[in-house]
């Protein structure tokens, strides 16, 4: 099966251990790919489990997505505009997940710093769901 069929198939499958599976094999095809964590942790947190196993995925993308902007010939480069936005995202994923786990004040503490650069209004919502509406 084609790397392109297995990413498609990542985020169509709904089985999470068919996921998995297919995660573990674009891993190994290639390993610098940072959409392939983020991927696979937004499909834990769609499916609402495996939680804990959401955050070293995160980790790995952004790892993964700055190394890509640092590297002009990489074969997925991004430039600093979409690093931020794609950093932005992952950030909001964060601080999803930590709503949660009823942690406001770590999503409050993800959020903050980065809340000049929100430019979707699921940003503000999640700031507000995070600060009991007090909008901080």
Do not use: C
């Amino acid at each position: 099966m084609r790397t392109f069929a297995r990413k498609r198939l990542l985020l169509e499958v709904t089985d999470i251990s068919q996921q998995e599976k297919l995660y573990r094999q674009l891993r190994t095809k290639d390993p610098e790919d940072p959409f392939a964590p983020w991927n696979m942790a937004s499909t834990y947190a769609k499916a609402n489990q495996k939680l804990p196993r959401h955050w070293p995925l995160l980790d790995e993308a952004a790892k993964l997505f700055d190394a890509s902007v640092q590297n002009k010939r990489a074969r997925i480069p991004l430039s600093e505009a979409t690093l931020k936005d794609v950093k932005l995202r992952i950030a909001l994923q964060r601080a999803d997940i930590l709503l949660r786990l009823s942690r406001p004040g770590e999503a409050v503490s993800t959020l903050q710093p980065l809340k000049n650069d929100f430019h979707i209004r699921h940003s503000y919502y999640l700031l507000g769901q995070s600060t009991g509406g007090r909008g901080r």
